[in-house]
C-alpha cells in the first residue's frame, strides 16, 4: 500500500499564487509517475499535470506557462506551483501515485475568488 497525502490548498484572489505539496509513503517502488488532477463542481477530474521520477513533465494546454510540477525523489514528494490563478482553477486537487497500481490521494480545496 502506498499512502499520499496532499497539502496546501486554500483560498486565494484572482491573479495570485498557491504552492500545492503531496508526499507519498510506504510501498513505494523508485520508478514512478506522480501528478495533480482536479475536479471542479459539476465536471470530471481532469489531469492537470504530472512527472516521472525521471523528471519527465506534461501539462493540460489550460494551466502551461502559468503552473509548474516539480519533484524531489529522496522524499517522494511533488509540488504544484500555480501563479495567476483564476477562478476557472477552483477545484479539488488531488494527487495520485503510479507505481505497479495507482493510489490518490484525498483532495484539497483550492478556491481562487475575490
Known amino acids: 500500500q502506498v499512502q499520499v497525502v496532499e497539502s496546501g490548498g486554500g483560498l486565494v484572489q484572482p491573479g495570485g499564487s498557491l504552492r500545492l505539496s503531496c508526499a507519498a509513503s510506504g510501498s513505494t517502488r523508485r520508478s514512478n509517475v506522480m501528478g495533480w488532477y482536479r475536479q471542479a463542481p459539476g465536471k470530471e477530474r481532469e489531469m492537470v499535470a504530472t512527472?516521472?521520477?525521471?523528471?519527465?513533465?506534461n501539462y493540460a494546454d489550460s494551466v502551461k506557462g502559468r503552473f509548474s510540477i516539480s519533484r524531489d525523489n529522496a522524499e517522494n514528494t511533488i509540488y504544484l506551483q500555480m501563479n495567476s490563478l483564476d477562478p476557472e482553477d477552483t477545484a479539488v486537487y488531488y494527487c495520485?501515485?503510479?507505481?505497479?497500481?495507482?493510489?490518490w490521494g484525498q483532495g484539497t480545496q483550492v478556491t481562487v475568488s475575490s
Open positions: 495520485k501515485y503510479v507505481g505497479f497500481r495507482g493510489f
Open positions: 512527472i516521472t521520477s525521471g523528471g519527465s513533465t
